[in-house]
């Protein structure tokens, strides 16, 4: 199928899906699932981690075969059993995992297996001047020639999406687009995908966002416990109604309020002058029982700080302290003084997904339970059940692979690794991606019951309401550089102006 051109109204399908049915391990995963999905609308999959919404949409996108049932395209069975089947078809999915060459340029990976060629040879030409296009149509800003690895996670997503469109996509299925920008980021996604509907398109989206799938869905269709619940119009639903049709139950969404700092609270985390590359001159302090937020647009140097203040990165200027007092370099260093990293990748930086749930919740803490070169099981497995009970871990199996479990239980785990090691300081980096909207509340929980227990939490997260509902004070770095210092009770726009570079300097 030739790429669309830019401006050209592009045919999409009409999708029936009837009996969907998956199944992991004799664990249903989809069951018996209709679905109707109109040409050229935006219709989103929402439910809690589990429910089945993205295997349903890896299903469509080649991705996973189902089990039993059928899917139709404006009336005529066909067959997906790969992604190249759904690419045949004009759909491309974009996972959460990404599926993009590393060591390859953005303009590579777009038009990879594409090229246009003349007399047998490449030619690019061509495909600069059509890249050219779909940065005008996406209001993206990737440079080209960059390779792919080197790019942040959000700028990675951005590449997926240029090369869907210059394949000629039909149909664009999204799993947790927005779950890696930024918020300008967001904004600009959104507007892209009416774009894309209004060309067209049709765009499957699966979002735990639920402001954001009602802002742009024109249908939403909601999945719990791998079976299908309601599909109905977007315009007549609330977040709340949605969250009762997802769960079954009532789950209060607002932020739990943090507990007030002591007056005498000491300082538990306190840096001074770190510098190293995006990073500069950051200074910052924490008390013990304080939640400080760290807000900042991609490349503002957010993640970088938080490796620096964990050891993960030696700084080449300033020091960091933990209680008065500096720890040895490096992660062990840390670790030792009482901090603890929850990263940004949960998948690639946090957990051996090939793992087990009781191996990975065991591994920061090995040392408390060796007895020489031998581990003590029964106290590994005493400690590893009253960590992952403590955070409400949901696994039928212990010794199953973490990667088995959905991505809030994943999360959820990852604390209970970190406190088992009973941390002064938790560093927290996007703490609740990629989860639920019950996972995302029990976590928001979780933080502000550790801080109220003495506990120094810094929280790095892309969404502004998550740090202005969590935090006593959110930093503002642009640039790497430190530029506002806000309050509790902060209005979101003066913090995001701020972020933007929209308030002068450093408050």
């Given at each position: 199928?030739?790429?669309?051109?830019?401006?050209?109204?592009?045919?999409?399908?009409?999708?029936?899906?009837?009996?969907?049915?998956?199944?992991?391990?004799?664990?249903?995963?989809?069951?018996?699932?209709?679905?109707?999905?109109?040409?050229?609308?935006?219709?989103?999959?929402?439910?809690?981690?589990?429910?089945?919404?993205?295997?349903?949409?890896?299903?469509?996108?080649?991705?996973?075969?189902?089990?039993?049932?059928?899917?139709?395209?404006?009336?005529?069975?066909?067959?997906?059993?790969?992604?190249?089947?759904?690419?045949?078809?004009?759909?491309?999915?974009?996972?959460?995992?990404?599926?993009?060459?590393?060591?390859?340029?953005?303009?590579?990976?777009?038009?990879?297996?594409?090229?246009?060629?003349?007399?047998?040879?490449?030619?690019?030409?061509?495909?600069?001047?059509?890249?050219?296009?779909?940065?005008?149509?996406?209001?993206?800003?990737?440079?080209?020639?960059?390779?792919?690895?080197?790019?942040?996670?959000?700028?990675?997503?951005?590449?997926?999406?240029?090369?869907?469109?210059?394949?000629?996509?039909?149909?664009?299925?999204?799993?947790?687009?927005?779950?890696?920008?930024?918020?300008?980021?967001?904004?600009?996604?959104?507007?892209?995908?009416?774009?894309?509907?209004?060309?067209?398109?049709?765009?499957?989206?699966?979002?735990?966002?639920?402001?954001?799938?009602?802002?742009?869905?024109?249908?939403?269709?909601?999945?719990?416990?791998?079976?299908?619940?309601?599909?109905?119009?977007?315009?007549?639903?609330?977040?709340?109604?949605?969250?009762?049709?997802?769960?079954?139950?009532?789950?209060?969404?607002?932020?739990?309020?943090?507990?007030?700092?002591?007056?005498?609270?000491?300082?538990?985390?306190?840096?001074?002058?770190?510098?190293?590359?995006?990073?500069?001159?950051?200074?910052?302090?924490?008390?013990?029982?304080?939640?400080?937020?760290?807000?900042?647009?991609?490349?503002?140097?957010?993640?970088?700080?938080?490796?620096?203040?964990?050891?993960?990165?030696?700084?080449e200027a300033g020091v960091v302290e933990v209680d008065g007092t500096v720890p040895a370099p490096g992660p062990r260093?840390?670790?030792?003084?009482?901090?603890?990293?929850?990263?940004?990748?949960?998948?690639?930086?946090?957990?051996?997904?090939?793992?087990?749930?009781?191996?990975?919740?065991?591994?920061?803490?090995?040392?408390?339970?060796?007895?020489?070169?031998?581990?003590?099981?029964?106290?590994?497995?005493?400690?590893?059940?009253?960590?992952?009970?403590?955070?409400?871990?949901?696994?039928?199996?212990?010794?199953?692979?973490?990667?088995?479990?959905?991505?809030?239980?994943?999360?959820?785990?990852?604390?209970?690794k970190w406190l088992l090691r009973s941390p002064r300081v938790l560093l927290i980096d996007e703490p609740t991606r990629?989860?639920?909207?019950?996972?995302?509340?029990?976590?928001?929980?979780?933080?502000?019951?550790?801080?109220?227990?003495?506990?120094?939490?810094?929280?790095?997260?892309?969404?502004?309401?998550?740090?202005?509902?969590?935090?006593?004070?959110?930093?503002?770095?642009?640039?790497?550089?430190?530029?506002?210092?806000?309050?509790?009770?902060?209005?979101?726009?003066?913090?995001?102006?701020?972020?933007?570079?929209?308030?002068?300097?450093?408050?």
């Amino acid at each position: 199928m030739p790429p669309s051109r830019r401006g050209d109204a592009v045919h999409a399908p009409q999708i029936t899906v009837r009996g969907i049915g998956k199944s992991y391990s004799g664990v249903t995963v989809l069951h018996d699932v209709d679905l109707d999905i109109a040409p050229g609308e935006v219709h989103s999959l929402v439910g809690e981690n589990g429910a089945g919404k993205s295997t349903l949409l890896k299903i469509l996108g080649g991705a996973v075969r189902a089990d039993a049932g059928a899917i139709s395209f404006d009336g005529e069975p066909v067959v997906i059993g790969s992604p190249r089947d759904a690419i045949a078809h004009g759909v491309s999915l974009i996972s959460q995992e990404g599926a993009l060459v590393p060591a390859l340029s953005v303009l590579e990976n777009v038009f990879l297996a594409r090229w246009s060629q003349r007399a047998g040879f490449r030619d690019g030409r061509p495909d600069r001047e059509r890249f050219d296009e779909l940065l005008e149509l996406t209001g993206f800003e990737v440079d080209p020639q960059a390779r792919v690895d080197r790019l942040p996670i959000g700028t990675q997503q951005q590449v997926e999406i240029l090369r869907s469109l210059a394949r000629g996509a039909r149909v664009i299925a999204l799993d947790e687009p927005t779950a890696v920008l930024a918020e300008h980021e967001k904004e600009n996604l959104l507007e892209l995908i009416r774009t894309l509907a209004g060309r067209g398109t049709t765009v499957l989206l699966v979002s735990h966002f639920l402001d954001e799938v009602l802002s742009v869905a024109d249908r939403v269709t909601v999945l719990r416990d791998g079976g299908l619940v309601m599909t109905a119009d977007a315009a007549g639903l609330t977040p709340g109604a949605l969250v009762r049709h997802m769960v079954g139950r009532e789950i209060d969404v607002l932020f739990p309020e943090p507990a007030p700092v002591a007056p005498d609270a000491p300082v538990r985390l306190r840096a001074r002058g770190l510098r190293r590359g995006m990073v500069q001159d950051v200074d910052l302090e924490v008390r013990a029982g304080e939640i400080l937020g760290i807000a900042g647009l991609v490349g503002s140097g957010r993640t970088e700080t938080l490796r620096l203040l964990f050891g993960a990165d030696r700084p080449e200027a300033g020091v960091v302290e933990v209680d008065g007092t500096v720890p040895a370099p490096g992660p062990r260093g840390a670790m030792a003084a009482g901090v603890a990293l929850v990263p940004e990748s949960r998948k690639e930086q946090g957990l051996v997904m090939s793992s087990s749930l009781r191996d990975n919740v065991a591994l920061a803490s090995l040392g408390a339970r060796r007895l020489g070169p031998l581990v003590r099981r029964p106290a590994e497995r005493s400690a590893v059940r009253a960590a992952t009970t403590s955070v409400d871990v949901r696994a039928a199996d212990p010794g199953a692979p973490v990667e088995t479990l959905s991505g809030g239980n994943q999360q959820k785990a990852l604390f209970a690794k970190w406190l088992l090691r009973s941390p002064r300081v938790l560093l927290i980096d996007e703490p609740t991606r990629g989860v639920d909207v019950a996972a995302k509340a029990q976590i928001h929980q979780l933080v502000t019951s550790l801080a109220a227990d003495g506990m120094a939490v810094v929280c790095v997260s892309s969404e502004i309401e998550e740090l202005l509902g969590l935090s006593h004070r959110v930093l503002v770095l642009r640039h790497g550089r430190v530029v506002g210092d806000h309050p509790r009770g902060t209005p979101r726009e003066t913090v995001i102006a701020n972020a933007f570079g929209d308030e002068g300097e450093p408050s």
